[in-house]
Nanobody, 117 residues
Framework: QVQLVESGGGLVQAGGSLRLSCAASGSIFSLNPVGWYRQAPGKQRELVAAITTGGTTNYADSVKGRFTIYRDNAKNTVYLQMNSLKPEDTAVYYC???????????WGQGTQVTVSS
C-alpha cells in the first residue's frame, strides 16, 4: 500500500519557522488531494492545508498568510512551510492523501510541532 512519512517537526519559538515534509512511497500524482491536518492534545483533528494535482490549494483560516503548501514532484513530496508560528500552532501534524484509483484515505504517522511563547 501507499505510505506517507512525515518529517520536519520540532521545537521553535513563537515567530519562528518550520518546514514539514510528507514523502510518498509512490508517485504523488496517484494521490489527490494531499493535505496536512493537525491535532492538539484534547482537541479534534483539523484540516490545515491541502493541495490538488492541479495545484489548487486550500488553507484553514487560522493559518492563511502564514503557511504555504507546495509539491516537489521529482521527490514525490508535499511540503508545509510554516512561518510566523504561534503557540496555538502546537500540535501533532499528520499528512493525509486520497488515492486516485479507489478514493481511500492514507495517513502518515505524524510529526510533533511545539511552539513556545
Amino acid at each position: 500500500q501507499v505510505q506517507l512519512v512525515e518529517s520536519g517537526g520540532g521545537l521553535v519559538q513563537a515567530g519562528g519557522s518550520l518546514r514539514l515534509s510528507c514523502a510518498a512511497s509512490g508517485s504523488i500524482f496517484s494521490l489527490n488531494p494531499v493535505g496536512w491536518y493537525r491535532q492538539a492534545p484534547g482537541k479534534q483533528r483539523e484540516l490545515v492545508a491541502a493541495i490538488t494535482t492541479g495545484g489548487t490549494t486550500n488553507y484553514a483560516d487560522s493559518v492563511k498568510g502564514r503557511f504555504t503548501i507546495y509539491r516537489d514532484n521529482a521527490k514525490n513530496t508535499v511540503y508545509l512551510q510554516m512561518n510566523s508560528l504561534k503557540p496555538e500552532d502546537t500540535a501533532v501534524y499528520y499528512c493525509n492523501a486520497r488515492t486516485v484509483l479507489n478514493f481511500r484515505d492514507i495517513w502518515g504517522q505524524g510529526t510533533q510541532v511545539t511552539v513556545s511563547s
